[in-house]
Nanobody, 121 residues
Framework: QVQLRESGGGLVQAGGSLRLSCAAS????????WGWYRQAPGKQRELVAT???????NYASSVQDRFTMARGNAANTVYLQMNSLKPEDTAVYYC???????????????WGQGTQVTVSS
């Protein structure tokens, strides 16, 4: 089994910054890709950013140029640096990872429990 744990959420004023981190633990041979998603009250979960094993990143247009996703210094970690936050960024942020548990097994997707980000106006 693989566990993902997010950290770094909280309350911030508009224009401020937060950094979310996600750490994967458990039976991990390799991680094919990571993603950050968010879900605001009454809305569907939406993609925020992804990073592939080769390091290429992709961002939702709503966060382009404000958010940066990158691998952490520790193994099997990623972070999401969020700058110039807006009230509309308020949501529960979820980390996801596509993990290969062994060379002979297919990759499988995992989700973290989520961390609340609240941006006040």
């Amino acid at each position: 089994q693989v566990q993902l744990r997010e950290s770094g959420g909280g309350l911030v004023q508009a224009g401020g910054s937060l950094r979310l981190s996600c750490a994967a633990s458990g039976r991990i041979f390799s991680i094919d890709s990571w993603g950050w998603y968010r879900q605001a009250p009454g809305k569907q979960r939406e993609l925020v950013a992804t990073i592939a094993s080769g390091g290429s990143t992709n961002y939702a247009s709503s966060v382009q140029d404000r958010f940066t996703m990158a691998r952490g210094n520790a193994a099997n970690t990623v972070y999401l640096q969020m700058n110039s936050l807006k009230p509309e960024d308020t949501a529960v942020y979820y980390c996801s990872a596509t993990v290969r548990e062994s060379p002979s097994r297919a990759s499988k997707g995992y989700w973290g429990q989520g961390t609340q980000v609240t941006v006040s106006s």
